[in-house]
């Protein structure tokens, strides 16, 4: 069950810790306690032999926790719900053309007041936990630091209203902790100017999606400045998958956009790879699903699904994919991305 759910004594247990005596789960809570730390030193040695190897390490972190975590838990104070977990205010997406009524997310957002008071803490021990182990960090819902989608709890989301978020001084915060890693800021869809003048004005790289604009007339757009150009991401189906469900002139079309730009490939993730690498970009990201042409039921997510198999793809084996990879190394190296 969720902690809102719990037993009072145990749901408000980090409000007063004298409420239970815990001799009793000694055993069970070291054997927790050795559980992370195996994994931490795990995720340390992952992250020094990558780096022996002369690989980065990208880490994703989401703007807010998920509501059923040990961080709202354990400190409360610094979100918005009541002290017996009752969430105050909700954070979601105003109305748009996709979703007119607007979305929940199931999270409370930030009580950004108490959290100004202390310098963001919360923030700077999320931020310094990733840079433990990543070289570059991903803040996901990057526009909330300018202004941010509140709903009061239990009003449908379209009652919410936009609240001024943190900006600079959480910026600040958030560089001051991440000891000199890079950040990239997911910065898709529609936001207000004022998110790339917070994003530029500290030299935050953004996010562009190639999948999100694959029609011939918004490719021949200049590729979004400052950012990290994706063929698609977690959110996305694969390249071909999203191909197959074009209709036959859009594929035409596609395909005539590549070859006269010197794409000949036969594989259409072939033809959108090589035309990303080539790109001025500084940095572009290929998911495997891409670089191997994969199809059907490989996408990592489906925003707003409750499938079981939601967040659950891993690659099955290596019988293809280094032949996959090796295909791609003479275009990495023709696009001048191959380090020397």
Not at 13 to 18: E, G, I
Not at 61 to 78: E, K, L, V
Not at 117 to 137: E, H, L, P, T
Request: net charge negative.
């Amino acid at each position: 069950r969720a902690w809102t759910e719990w037993e009072e004594e145990y749901r408000d247990w980090p409000l007063d810790p004298t409420n239970i005596e815990l001799d009793d789960y000694q055993d069970e809570i070291l054997y927790h306690k050795f559980l992370q730390w195996l994994f931490d030193r795990q995720l340390r040695e992952v992250a020094a032999h990558a780096r022996e190897k002369g690989l980065a390490l990208m880490g994703d972190i989401q703007f807010y926790p998920a509501y059923d975590s040990a961080d709202i838990w354990a400190d409360r104070a610094q979100y918005m719900v009541e002290p017996d977990g009752r969430m105050i205010y909700e954070a979601g997406l105003a109305p748009d053309e996709e979703h007119p009524e607007g979305q929940k997310c199931g999270m409370p957002t930030y009580d950004f007041a108490k959290q100004k008071k202390n310098g963001f803490r919360v923030w700077r021990q999320r931020i310094a936990w990733m840079a433990r182990y990543f070289d570059i960090i991903r803040i996901g819902h990057f526009r909330a630091m300018d202004t941010y989608w509140r709903i009061p709890a239990g009003k449908p989301a379209r009652d919410g209203k936009w609240i001024l978020g943190p900006r600079g001084p959480l910026m600040e915060a958030i560089l001051e902790s991440a000891d000199g890693r890079e950040i990239v800021a997911e910065d898709l869809g529609m936001p207000r100017p004022e998110v790339a003048e917070l994003r530029d004005s500290y030299n935050v790289q953004g996010m562009d999606v190639l999948q999100y604009r694959m029609d011939t007339k918004a490719l021949k757009q200049p590729d979004k400045p400052n950012s990290f150009l994706y063929t698609g991401n977690h959110d996305n189906a694969t390249l071909e998958e999203q191909y197959s469900g074009f209709d036959q002139n859009r594929r035409i079309g596609l395909r005539r956009f590549f070859k006269k730009r010197g794409y000949n490939l036969r594989a259409f993730h072939d033809m959108v790879c090589k035309y990303v690498l080539d790109s001025e970009a500084e940095t572009v990201i290929l998911p495997i699903q891409d670089i191997c042409g994969y199809k059907g039921k490989t996408r990592v997510n489906v925003p707003g699904s409750d499938d079981p198999d939601n967040w659950t793809w891993k690659l099955k084996d290596f019988k293809t994919f280094p032949q996959d990879l090796m295909k791609m190394k003479p275009w990495i190296e023709e696009s001048g991305r191959l380090p020397e």
